[in-house]
């Protein structure tokens, strides 16, 4: 099955610095790869999805890039800010599931 | 839209005791719901898919005796841990995959039951 790995597993960031998480996934079929941000005791919110016929997608201060030949993508997140803070977790498709990275903590130091 | 509701959001019981969390759609239809276990500071672990009128799938390592799950309408899916033992102790998460948006493969989360089995 699809086996995603993602570093690091802690980044500490001052505030208005730039944060990167980097994920790689196994399985070349793969097509849809997911980042969810969660916050303490809450549910993962998606924040951003690319799929495999794009190479870079961005929204306001976050983007994702995918590497298809190199199986591996990663989140930007620009200015970062204290409400950042948060677990994130990337994601990519198997067979009929997503199986997810460990998580990487993001704290964004005032 | 794509709006997921889970009940309840926490629950405390004794050892030996049965617990249902149910998971709900709420503004679209889920042929497809997932279940997933998160113990403190570790990712997401799938437990079941399941499939709207039919059996759930479970993960290898997963009791189905024990995770009993039913998805008997296109908006619900429930969960009864059996049972239940202090290791079952845990946050339990749902999803589902809103077809309706063409984006087949997003799954959007319920906000979690955390369980605490004395």
């Known amino acids: 099955g699809e086996n995603v790995e993602q570093h690091p597993s802690t980044l500490s960031v001052q505030e208005g610095d730039s944060a990167v998480i980097k994920c790689t996934y196994s399985?070349?079929?793969?097509?849809?790869f997911p980042w969810y941000k969660q916050e303490l005791g809450k549910r993962p919110q998606l924040i951003i999805d690319?799929?495999?016929?794009?190479g870079e997608k961005k929204d306001q201060r976050i983007a994702v890039t995918l590497n298809k030949t190199a199986k591996h993508f990663s989140l930007h997140i620009t200015e970062t800010q204290p409400e950042d803070s948060a677990v994130y977790f990337c994601?990519?498709?198997?067979?009929?599931?997503?199986?997810f990275g460990a998580g990487t903590t993001v704290t964004v130091r005032a | 839209g794509a709006v997921v509701s889970q009940h309840p959001s926490w629950v405390i019981c004794k050892s030996g005791t049965s617990v249902k969390i149910e998971c709900r759609s709420l503004d679209f239809q889920a042929t497809t719901m997932f279940w997933y276990r998160q113990f403190p500071k570790q990712s997401l672990m799938l437990m079941a898919t399941s499939n709207e009128g039919s059996k759930a799938t479970y993960e290898q390592g997963v009791e189905k005796d024990k995770f009993l799950i039913n998805h008997a309408s296109l908006t619900l899916s429930t969960l009864t841990v059996t049972s239940a033992h202090p290791e079952d102790s845990s946050f339990y998460i749902c999803?589902?995959?809103?077809?309706?948006?063409?984006?087949?493969?997003?799954?959007?989360f319920g906000p979690g039951t955390r369980l605490l089995v004395l």
């Open positions: 994601a990519a498709n198997g067979y009929y599931k997503l199986s």
């Open positions: 690319i799929r495999s016929n794009v």
């Open positions: 999803s589902a995959r809103d077809y309706g948006q063409g984006a087949e493969e997003t799954q959007y």
């Open positions: 399985d070349s079929a793969s097509n849809y």
